[in-house]
């Protein structure tokens, strides 16, 4: 059993920064792969970035690539996922969700496992 809470979202301009982070609590977090996704009003949750187990291999969005990078401690039960160059398209719920399958950097969200609660982006232009 994983229990995700994210934290780290807010109110930011057009071509800013924020950092989500997402802790983790159960001593296995560090064999789970780790995804955010996000859902914007009247929209499907879609993929933004998945990372495996080790952190070693991560997979983006197209629509995000060259902006987030995503991360993860093992050590704090945590990942966390770094944007920059918000654009008001960005604003969304975002959530942080677990896949029992480590390796898999899976874009699909029916492959996860556990999901937090969200925390709100909003970018205003």
């Known amino acids: 059993q994983v229990h995700l809470v994210e934290s780290g979202g807010g109110l930011v301009q057009a071509g800013g920064s924020l950092r989500l982070s997402c802790a983790a609590s159960?001593?296995?977090?560090?064999?789970?792969?780790m995804g955010w996704f996000r859902q914007a009003p009247g929209k499907e949750r879609e993929f933004v970035t998945a990372?495996?187990?080790?952190?070693?291999?991560?997979y983006y969005a197209d629509s995000v690539k060259g902006r987030f990078t995503i991360a993860r401690d093992n050590a704090k039960n945590t990942v966390y996922l770094q944007m920059n160059s918000l654009k008001p398209e960005d604003t969304a719920v975002y959530y942080c969700?677990?896949?029992?399958?480590?390796?898999?950097?899976?874009?699909?969200?029916?492959?996860?496992?556990?999901w937090g609660q969200g925390t709100q982006v909003t970018v205003s232009s």
């Open positions: 990372i495996n187990w080790s952190g070693g291999n991560t």
């Open positions: 969700a677990a896949n029992q399958y480590g390796s898999r950097l899976s874009v699909n969200r029916y492959d996860y496992d556990y």
């Open positions: 159960g001593r296995t977090f560090s064999s789970y792969a």
